[in-house]
């Protein structure tokens, strides 16, 4: 018996030794974010272990919280508060369930030890590789299924991943990693063909926004951070441009689904051409009859900006209809409102599933205004800090995130609440940040 009470002390010792050097910290902040693309209860159990861990050590933390950190605290308050007026008492007690991330994460990070940006490398060095090797499991898996029924599109978009997954998130995630091989000083070799796996990754996985964002930002560090001569400058924001177009024109899959898009914005009721066998015609909706146009065909197609912009108009109608503006409908209540939008512009009823997949609307229409304005803080406190420190990596995260929460509602999901948050929370409480010169 005491042989097992001095093991036992032993091991509560070293956890203690490997909490206080950051090592364990390090690990759990790793796990959460790279079993993401799992199991959603890979993920809570993980999040769970995080948050059980970093309150028992809670008695011997300096606690102490900043204004960064209040912000995500004060919107789940918003959000708790909203169960007194939601529409759907049920719907926003669920959804308090799945949001109670950005209340528990937050307080643990306020009695966490002092992490540097030292720890938040390693924890980025080992989510790029782990996204690296996922992205590998992911190809593997698609030729397997391209022998099997010679169906090339097993290599793109949701196909590649599931949808369940979503190849948007997975984007994201994978884009991040890209980031953090980009800026590595003294890359390796093997940094250098993780950053190209995830760069293929990322064209395949087809996901506009963040081919385009991944571009822009890719010429942005080449032209103002990166310390390489003007002529290697030239030669590697070519090669990137050179690539990156090539993939889209070249790639039919990634082709088709730009063009479309381009095609909506100048053209109406254009005819949808990838419909299945014995399917009628089923016509695209132009970003102009999104916006304008009264009623619409049960065969009418939404394009993903089309089918954002119509949302938008359908929030700006809310507003005028019903007094939100201050209060919003309740956490996870307007799903309902949506769906009467949908059927009295005589949309087909799959539409009224979908949220208005714009973070901005999603939480203006839920939250009211006070919600809205403090996820726009909380970016703007990201990117503020990222230009201050000229910090790359979390500008590139800042941008990516404004840039996405146009088109996604990415804080309606697990995944999206946990990478958001951690990473958040990371920059957050990370100091002594080491300065890029531009």
Request: aromatic share 16%; proline share 2%; net charge positive.
């Amino acid at each position: 018996m005491n042989h097992t009470l001095v093991y036992s002390k032993k091991v509560f010792n070293k956890i203690d030794e490997l909490w206080q050097n950051k090592t364990l910290l390090v690990y759990f902040l790793t796990a959460m974010l790279i079993t993401l693309p799992m199991e959603y209860i890979i993920g809570s159990l993980t999040c769970i272990l995080f948050l059980i861990v970093s309150f028992s050590k809670f008695k011997k933390a300096n606690f102490s919280i900043s204004g960064a950190l209040i912000l995500p605290i004060l919107l789940y308050g918003v959000m708790l508060v909203s169960l007194i007026w939601t529409l759907d008492s049920k719907l926003t007690i669920r959804g308090l369930q799945k949001e109670v991330l950005f209340l528990l994460i937050p307080l643990a990070f306020c009695g966490l030890p002092k992490i540097n940006r030292n720890h938040v490398n390693k924890v980025f060095n080992y989510f790029s590789f782990a996204m690296v090797g996922f992205a590998v499991f992911y190809f593997l898996k698609a030729i397997v299924k391209f022998l099997v029924s010679g169906n090339a599109n097993v290599f793109f978009y949701h196909e590649l991943v599931t949808l369940k997954l979503n190849a948007i998130y997975v984007a994201v995630f994978a884009s991040l990693g890209m980031f953090f091989f980009l800026v590595k000083k003294n890359k390796l070799f093997v940094d250098k063909v993780g950053f190209a796996i995830l760069i293929v990754f990322i064209i395949l996985l087809s996901s506009k926004n963040i081919i385009i964002v991944d571009l822009v930002m890719i010429m942005i560090y080449y032209f103002f951070f990166s310390a390489v001569s003007r002529k290697t400058k030239t030669i590697l924001v070519s090669t990137v441009i050179t690539v990156f177009l090539s993939s889209i024109f070249l790639i039919k899959p990634v082709r088709d689904r730009f063009m479309i898009e381009f095609e909506t914005i100048f053209v109406d009721s254009s005819l949808k051409k990838s419909t299945e066998e014995n399917q009628g015609p089923i016509y695209n909706i132009s970003l102009k009859q999104a916006w304008n146009q009264d009623k619409f065909q049960q065969n009418d197609f939404f394009p993903g900006a089309a089918f954002r912009v119509f949302q938008i108009r359908i929030f700006k109608e809310m507003l005028q209809e019903d007094a939100i503006f201050f209060t919003g409908f309740g956490l996870d209540a307007s799903q309902n409102k949506i769906r009467e939008k949908v059927k009295e512009y005589n949309l087909h009823s799959s539409y009224g599933e979908f949220n208005f997949h714009n973070e901005y609307v999603q939480i203006f229409s839920e939250l009211g205004i006070l919600g809205f304005l403090i996820v726009v803080s909380m970016l703007f406190i990201s990117i503020k800090k990222g230009i201050r420190n000229k910090d790359f990596l979390l500008i590139s995260f800042s941008v990516t995130m404004i840039v996405l929460f146009l088109s996604e509602s990415f804080l309606s999901r697990q995944r999206g609440i946990i990478f958001f948050i951690v990473i958040y929370c990371m920059f957050s409480l990370a100091n002594n940040t080491d300065e890029q010169k531009i």
